[in-house]
T-cell receptor, first 115, second 113 residues
Framework: AQSVAQPEDQVNVAEGNPLTVKCTYS??????LFWYVQYPNRGLQFLLK??????LVKGSYGFEAEFNKSQTSFHLKKPSALVSDSALYFC?????????????FGTGTKLQVIP | DVKVTQSSRYLVKRTGEKVFLECVQD?????MFWYRQDPGLGLRLIYF???????EKGDIPEGYSVSREKKERFSLILESASTNQTSMYLC????????????FGPGTRLTVL
């Protein structure tokens, strides 16, 4: 079975400060990991993914995420937050040995960037 | 750009009604998905399809069925709507070339009274 946990329902950060949105995962094999963002009244948009290789993955809108196998984490980061980054963020995981359709999403973290 | 459209943004139905949610994608994607999104539960996969007329159950298929008669269209059917099916429904698609990158529609907020 595969699962993903986003321990924070909401994260507040001041504009211009660095932000981190946390994610931990559990799979029986090796993971594929993803981050998606949902802006108000819109569908989810793909941000970035970790498949293999470099543990630091860069994605859209200046976001990056770091894969840490020993801590089974895939935290989303950005050096300087913008008010427009305020949205709902979802982490997702898929076991490499599983069917590619079976992606498991986390419960989401609401990011609030304060001007 | 990939475009995934859903037939309605908001829908209100009564208990026991048959409900159809339609999803269309314009990028010739092989795979299509239906999720429901609920606060505190995130996204849960209801059904997916990897080819025309092919479908597989996701994690919560009970009370739902699907239809994929054409490659671009994937329909979610609630045979007899119940109040616990009040939710946001999200459709997504992906290609076999990049199966893990899913493109989502704007969602349909269904209320069952």
């Amino acid at each position: 079975a595969q699962s993903v946990a986003q321990p924070e329902d909401q994260v507040n950060v001041a504009e211009g400060n660095p932000l981190t949105v946390k994610c931990t995962y559990s799979v029986s094999g090796n993971p594929y990991l993803f981050w998606y963002v949902q802006y108000p009244n819109r569908g989810l948009q793909f941000l970035l993914k970790y498949i293999t290789g470099d543990n630091l993955v860069k994605g859209s809108y200046g976001f990056e995420a770091e894969f840490n196998k020993s801590q089974t984490s895939f935290h989303l980061k950005k050096p300087s937050a913008l008010v427009s980054d305020s949205a709902l963020y979802f982490c997702a995981v898929r076991d490499r040995s599983g069917g590619y359709q079976k992606v498991t999403f986390g419960t989401g973290t609401k990011l609030q960037v304060i001007p | 750009d990939v475009k995934v459209t859903q037939s309605s943004r908001y829908l209100v139905k009564r208990t026991g009604e048959k409900v159809f949610l339609e999803c269309v994608q314009d990028m010739d994607h092989e795979n299509m998905f239906w999720y429901r999104q609920d606060p505190g539960l995130g996204l849960r996969l209801i059904y997916f399809s990897y080819d025309v007329k092919m479908k597989e159950k996701g994690d919560i298929p009970e009370g739902y069925s699907v239809s994929r008669e054409k490659k671009e269209r994937f329909s979610l059917i609630l045979e007899s709507a119940s109040t616990n099916q009040t939710s946001m429904y999200l459709c997504a698609s992906s290609s076999d070339r990049a199966p893990d990158t899913q493109y989502f529609g704007p969602g349909t907020r269904l209320t069952v009274l």
